[in-house]
């Protein structure tokens, strides 16, 4: 499970790592990615245009792609205070 993905853009050492593992992967196991960058912008961000080709090729292809839509979840929830207390500002000098 890859989960954030694409909250950064890629190394060199990143690129082919992750190329090993989505070929590893392939037809064989599942991989789960969750993003809010839309799938679009992912080429850009992986970086090095034959990575990216050979890395995207295995991820898109016979993949089931699941958009959410709306507010985040985070948003509509009440936070819980983990004290129990009110929360408050500490000032450091």
């Known amino acids: 499970m890859l989960d954030d993905w694409g909250t950064h853009t890629l190394n060199d050492r990143q690129r082919l790592d992750l190329l090993e593992i989505f070929e590893e992967r392939y037809r064989r196991k599942s991989t789960l990615i969750t993003a809010q960058l839309p799938v679009a ?42 004290t129990g207390g009110e929360i408050t500002e500490i000032n450091h000098p």
Do not use: Q
């Open 41 to 82: 912008a992912w080429h850009e961000m992986i970086g090095e245009a034959t990575l990216a080709d050979a890395i995207l090729d295995r991820i898109v292809h016979n993949a089931h792609r699941i958009t959410l839509e709306g507010d985040s979840m985070r948003k509509r929830k009440t936070p819980t205070l983990l």
